[in-house]
């Protein structure tokens, strides 16, 4: 249930494809040895589970063979990563009616009855050819395929929560060999990816970023937050009054997108509401299970409300910031408000290079290649003159050719495509951070510390907050999967956009960190 993408105040029911146990499509279609590999052991994991549930080894074996093929059919039939950041492509609002002539061979109706949907909510079925695909595997696979599919999804869904030998195989698998660790995390870490997710989406998740608050929080980071806030904000203003490559015209609608565009900062208020949740101490699955169906309840709710623009998606503790382009809003959970982001006693440069460059690149999200096809409202609506939409994407496949000839690790490359929204976000934050910074300088002077200028100490700041250590098999992995560059061309790439990094530290023409006044390709 998300906003309609050209109507953000009403809720709709979206259809978005996946039912795949691997982490991507890639994992099922790559000829890639590894990627090979990774299968081999996928199909192994699901009958060792299969097994633990009480089948022989045979039929597990067989099952598993059978599982696998069905996801395969459902990876074919899914749009590659990277094409779904186009939204035109993945807005198809229709009836149920249209749904049923467009996708036979799934009990539609029975489906949404079952969940309580009203016939007269709209769907937006985002990728049309894939529910075609999945309505005809509905009506041609064996039901007691199906039936094995989903008590797989189950009990791989439910792993962490079940008895150790559960925990562990799935620990083996999308741990062990998915991201090359060498043993399990520790438990607390283990038990708060049950409750909240890494970005606190699983159903509990606020409810522990309500606790972190309570003890974790301080009052001071907001006001500093949203100060740092304001300035990044008069500094994309008046970067949007210099453009050259903009005409006056697409100026403006940008000035109104900016100054509508919403902020909220440390955690939801009033906080989400757990009373109607039941949590004992017999059963751990058992309060998984409950939270699940209290998560599903809260969310088929909101189709029957108009949007609610004071949720928030990611829980106050997480260390983690997001813009959403259908509210137009940007969100600094509490969680980032720390060290290394953030810290009350340390000066400008260290606070607009950390959470700074962290505001900016959410504030450049929402004029990102994605982001700025939403207009002030959070509506997918073309504000742009033609001619600055054709400059702006000359631009941007400049950046993806950047990134794309980054190495990730091995000889797999970046994907310029799927990371350009975010390197955009990088590049532009970066430098909004960096004006935001001068002007805050005038108010809150910056000393040379340890030998560094203020504004060196700036960047160092920016490049400490991206520290990280990976292994090759998670690197991999991201690689296909996340939208974000790895870390270390996060800060390289970025910097070799910023004539002020040149200046702070001498560079000159030649240097590696340098790219030619050609290929610089100003955004923001
Ligand atoms: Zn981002």
Redesign the pocket.
Same mark, same amino acid.
């Given at each position: 249930v998300s906003p309609d993408d050209k109507d953000s105040s009403r809720n709709v029911l979206v259809l978005v494809q996946g039912g795949l146990g691997l982490p991507d499509r890639d994992f099922y279609l790559n000829a890639d040895a590894k990627f090979s590999q990774w299968r081999d052991a996928y199909r192994s994991h699901i009958a060792a589970v299969l097994a633990l549930a009480g089948d022989s080894p045979a039929v597990a074996k067989a099952k598993a063979e059978e599982i696998f093929a069905l996801e395969l059919a459902l990876a074919r039939a899914s749009r590659e990563r990277a094409a779904l950041r186009d939204p035109y492509a993945n807005y198809h609002l229709m009836t149920q009616d249209d749904l049923r002539v467009l996708a036979p061979g799934f009990a539609w109706s029975r489906f949404f009855d079952a969940l309580r949907i009203p016939r007269s909510t709209p769907v937006n079925v985002r990728q049309p050819e894939f529910f075609q695909a999945f309505a005809a595997l509905a009506r041609d696979v064996d039901l007691s395929t199906w039936r094995a599919y989903l008590r797989w999804q189950l009990l791989r869904e439910a792993s962490p929560v079940l008895p150790r030998a559960f925990e562990d195989e799935h620990d083996r698998f999308y741990n062990a060999t998915l991201k090359g660790t060498k043993s399990p995390a520790p438990r607390f870490r283990r038990v708060l990816d049950v409750i909240s997710g890494r970005v606190g989406a699983e159903p509990m998740g606020h409810a522990a970023g309500q606790l972190f608050v309570a003890t974790a929080f301080a009052p001071a980071a907001k006001a500093k937050a949203r100060e740092a806030v304001d300035d990044i904000k008069v500094a994309l203003a008046e970067r949007i009054d210099t453009l050259e490559w903009m005409s006056d015209a697409t100026k403006a609608q940008a000035r109104i997108k900016l100054a509508a565009m919403d902020i909220k900062v440390g955690y939801q208020d009033p906080p989400r509401d757990y009373s109607a949740l039941r949590v004992d101490s017999q059963s751990y699955a058992g309060n998984w299970l409950r939270a699940n169906r209290f998560e599903m309840s809260r969310t088929l709710a909101k189709l029957r409300r108009p949007v609610d623009r004071g949720e928030w998606f990611m829980a106050a503790h997480i260390v983690n $910031?997001?813009?959403n382009t259908t509210r137009n809003e940007i969100v600094f959970p509490a969680g980032i408000l720390q060290p290394p982001f953030f810290d009350a006693d340390a000066d400008a440069a260290i606070n607009y290079g950390g959470i700074g460059m962290v505001i900016g690149?959410?504030i450049t999200?929402g004029f990102?290649d994605y982001g700025r096809q939403y207009d002030a409202e959070g509506n997918l609506r073309d504000w742009w003159q033609a001619d600055d939409a054709r400059r702006y994407s000359e631009r941007a496949a400049s950046i993806e050719k950047q990134y794309g000839s980054y190495v990730a690790v091995d000889d797999i490359k970046l994907n310029g495509k799927l990371t350009l =929204?975010?390197n955009i $976000?990088?590049i532009g =934050?970066l430098k909004l951070a960096f004006l935001a910074f001068q002007k805050a300088a005038v108010r809150h002077p910056s000393q040379s510390i340890d030998g560094l200028t203020p504004e060196q100490r700036f960047f160092v700041s920016f490049a400490q907050v991206w520290r990280i250590k990976v292994r090759d098999e998670h690197e991999r992995m991201l690689a296909v999967s996340d939208?974000?560059s790895p870390p270390r061309w996060r800060v390289t790439g970025s910097l070799s956009h910023q004539p002020a990094f040149a200046a702070a530290f001498g560079c000159k023409a030649g240097d590696g960190m340098l790219r030619g006044e050609e290929s610089q390709a100003e955004v923001w």
């Amino acid at each position: 249930v998300s906003p309609d993408d050209k109507d953000s105040s009403r809720n709709v029911l979206v259809l978005v494809q996946g039912g795949l146990g691997l982490p991507d499509r890639d994992f099922y279609l790559n000829a890639d040895a590894k990627f090979s590999q990774w299968r081999d052991a996928y199909r192994s994991h699901i009958a060792a589970v299969l097994a633990l549930a009480g089948d022989s080894p045979a039929v597990a074996k067989a099952k598993a063979e059978e599982i696998f093929a069905l996801e395969l059919a459902l990876a074919r039939a899914s749009r590659e990563r990277a094409a779904l950041r186009d939204p035109y492509a993945n807005y198809h609002l229709m009836t149920q009616d249209d749904l049923r002539v467009l996708a036979p061979g799934f009990a539609w109706s029975r489906f949404f009855d079952a969940l309580r949907i009203p016939r007269s909510t709209p769907v937006n079925v985002r990728q049309p050819e894939f529910f075609q695909a999945f309505a005809a595997l509905a009506r041609d696979v064996d039901l007691s395929t199906w039936r094995a599919y989903l008590r797989w999804q189950l009990l791989r869904e439910a792993s962490p929560v079940l008895p150790r030998a559960f925990e562990d195989e799935h620990d083996r698998f999308y741990n062990a060999t998915l991201k090359g660790t060498k043993s399990p995390a520790p438990r607390f870490r283990r038990v708060l990816d049950v409750i909240s997710g890494r970005v606190g989406a699983e159903p509990m998740g606020h409810a522990a970023g309500q606790l972190f608050v309570a003890t974790a929080f301080a009052p001071a980071a907001k006001a500093k937050a949203r100060e740092a806030v304001d300035d990044i904000k008069v500094a994309l203003a008046e970067r949007i009054d210099t453009l050259e490559w903009m005409s006056d015209a697409t100026k403006a609608q940008a000035r109104i997108k900016l100054a509508a565009m919403d902020i909220k900062v440390g955690y939801q208020d009033p906080p989400r509401d757990y009373s109607a949740l039941r949590v004992d101490s017999q059963s751990y699955a058992g309060n998984w299970l409950r939270a699940n169906r209290f998560e599903m309840s809260r969310t088929l709710a909101k189709l029957r409300r108009p949007v609610d623009r004071g949720e928030w998606f990611m829980a106050a503790h997480i260390v983690n $910031a997001y813009y959403n382009t259908t509210r137009n809003e940007i969100v600094f959970p509490a969680g980032i408000l720390q060290p290394p982001f953030f810290d009350a006693d340390a000066d400008a440069a260290i606070n607009y290079g950390g959470i700074g460059m962290v505001i900016g690149h959410e504030i450049t999200h929402g004029f990102d290649d994605y982001g700025r096809q939403y207009d002030a409202e959070g509506n997918l609506r073309d504000w742009w003159q033609a001619d600055d939409a054709r400059r702006y994407s000359e631009r941007a496949a400049s950046i993806e050719k950047q990134y794309g000839s980054y190495v990730a690790v091995d000889d797999i490359k970046l994907n310029g495509k799927l990371t350009l =929204g975010e390197n955009i $976000a990088d590049i532009g =934050g970066l430098k909004l951070a960096f004006l935001a910074f001068q002007k805050a300088a005038v108010r809150h002077p910056s000393q040379s510390i340890d030998g560094l200028t203020p504004e060196q100490r700036f960047f160092v700041s920016f490049a400490q907050v991206w520290r990280i250590k990976v292994r090759d098999e998670h690197e991999r992995m991201l690689a296909v999967s996340d939208p974000h560059s790895p870390p270390r061309w996060r800060v390289t790439g970025s910097l070799s956009h910023q004539p002020a990094f040149a200046a702070a530290f001498g560079c000159k023409a030649g240097d590696g960190m340098l790219r030619g006044e050609e290929s610089q390709a100003e955004v923001w």
